[in-house]
């Protein structure tokens, strides 16, 4: 049989039926977690009536493929999928990166490929740009276009280390996490720099790590010798140690960085779950559908993707 041809006879089976053969292969009860919209709050409702779908089970296993997002949506999902679960896994074919990493952080192990990335966890915020550009008054007011933002200020997302490098390169903030009271105190008062912008910078940056420590500790280096020290350094080195959030983490490196505990997907496995994975994504762009959470019994949760109006 050529490659063509098992992939057309591979297209005709449900998702669900593949689902099926992936369980066999795992010896788990599998769950997909596939989408093309941010991890949020959304997610964890409908993922949680899944899981109660098929009970609590000794051995659960998640395919996850997402680019990530919101960090405290992420972390408590993953509190909602350890209590259905004695040893959970997560299989990771193309990428999980973000907050899906640190969903991931919750698993007794992670399933890797060689095309599988994980992604730094450093914070992004969602920022008022008013926080971002000091406001110079408008000769005659406020312009038309500042009156209608009044209401609803526009959010500019930006890293919350990009922030920091500026704070470390003006002097304001030393690379040992100190403040100089004198030059805060310049900018602040020039306007140059806002307090509330300051503060959700600490803010995203503590818990990041927080979100990350108690998820290593709690589940995947859980029993190791001095398992709170492994944590929070493997925390700091994803919360810390890369410059860019897309910065491709692949297998090696998660087992030998970072001392994650990854393992090599079989080859079948890899197949098979890059194959579904593919198989929705097409489902995705073809149907509007922003989320499928799917398991062997079919009947998927699909969320539909809603245009901003």
Same mark, same amino acid.
Not at 182 to 195: C, D, F, H, Q, R
């Given at each position: 049989?050529?490659?063509?041809?098992?992939?057309?006879?591979?297209?005709?089976?449900?998702?669900?039926?593949?689902?099926?053969?992936?369980?066999?292969?795992?010896?788990?009860?599998?769950?997909?977690?596939?989408?093309?919209?941010?991890?949020?709050?959304?997610?964890?409702?409908?993922?949680?009536?899944?899981?109660?779908?098929?009970?609590?089970?000794?051995?659960?296993?998640?395919?996850?493929?997402?680019?990530?997002?919101?960090?405290?949506?992420?972390?408590?999902?993953?509190?909602?999928?350890?209590?259905?679960?004695?040893?959970?896994?997560?299989?990771?074919?193309?990428?999980?990166?973000?907050?899906?990493?640190?969903?991931?952080?919750?698993?007794?192990?992670?399933?890797?490929?060689?095309?599988?990335?994980?992604?730094?966890?450093?914070?992004?915020?969602?920022?008022?740009?008013?926080?971002?550009?000091?406001?110079?008054?408008?000769?005659?007011?406020?312009?038309?276009?500042?009156?209608?933002?009044?209401?609803?200020?526009?959010?500019?997302?930006?890293?919350?280390?990009? /922030?920091? !490098?500026?704070? $470390? *390169?003006?002097?304001?903030? =030393? #690379?040992? @996490?100190?403040?100089?009271?004198?030059?805060?105190?310049?900018?602040?008062?020039?306007?140059?720099?806002?307090?509330?912008?300051?503060?959700?910078?600490?803010?995203?940056?503590?818990?990041?790590?927080?979100?990350?420590?108690?998820?290593?500790?709690?589940?995947?280096?859980?029993?190791?010798?001095?398992?709170?020290?492994?944590?929070?350094?493997?925390?700091?080195?994803?919360?810390?140690?890369?410059?860019?959030?897309?910065?491709?983490?692949?297998?090696?490196?998660?087992?030998?960085?970072?001392?994650?505990?990854?393992?090599?997907?079989?080859?079948?496995?890899?197949?098979?779950?890059?194959?579904?994975?593919?198989?929705?994504?097409?489902? /995705?762009? !073809?149907?509007? $559908? *922003?989320?499928?959470?799917? =398991? #062997?019994? @079919?009947?998927?949760?699909?969320?539909?993707?809603?245009?901003?109006?």
């Amino acid at each position: 049989m050529t490659t063509t041809e098992k992939q057309n006879q591979d297209e005709k089976k449900s998702a669900a039926q593949v689902i099926g053969e992936i369980e066999e292969i795992t010896n788990s009860r599998v769950i997909s977690f596939v989408g093309r919209r941010s991890l949020g709050t959304w997610d964890i409702l409908p993922f949680h009536r899944v899981l109660a779908g098929i009970s609590h089970q000794e051995q659960l296993s998640v395919i996850v493929q997402s680019l990530g997002e919101f960090s405290d949506d992420a972390f408590k999902l993953a509190r909602v999928i350890r209590e259905f679960g004695d040893e959970v896994s997560f299989i990771v074919p193309s990428v999980a990166k973000s907050a899906a990493t640190l969903l991931c952080l919750s698993g007794d192990r992670i399933l890797m490929g060689p095309t599988s990335e994980l992604g730094p966890t450093n914070p992004m915020m969602y920022v008022d740009e008013r926080l971002i550009t000091p406001t110079v008054p408008e000769p005659g007011g406020l312009s038309a276009d500042r009156e209608e933002r009044e209401g609803q200020p526009k959010q500019r997302q930006m890293a919350a280390l990009a /922030l920091r !490098d500026f704070l $470390i *390169a003006a002097g304001v903030l =030393t #690379s040992q @996490g100190a403040y100089d009271p004198e030059k805060l105190s310049v900018y602040m008062t020039n306007g140059i720099l806002n307090p509330f912008l300051l503060g959700d910078f600490e803010r995203s940056g503590k818990t990041s790590m927080q979100y990350a420590e108690t998820l290593l500790r709690d589940h995947m280096f859980k029993g190791k010798k001095s398992a709170a020290k492994a944590a929070r350094e493997t925390a700091r080195k994803l919360c810390e140690g890369y410059f860019d959030h897309a910065y491709p983490i692949v297998r090696q490196e998660a087992r030998d960085e970072l001392n994650l505990n990854v393992e090599d997907m079989p080859d079948e496995l890899f197949e098979k779950t890059s194959d579904l994975v593919s198989a929705y994504d097409r489902m /995705l762009s !073809d149907q509007n $559908i *922003a989320r499928i959470i799917e =398991t #062997s019994t @079919g009947n998927p949760w699909t969320v539909h993707w809603k245009e901003p109006t």
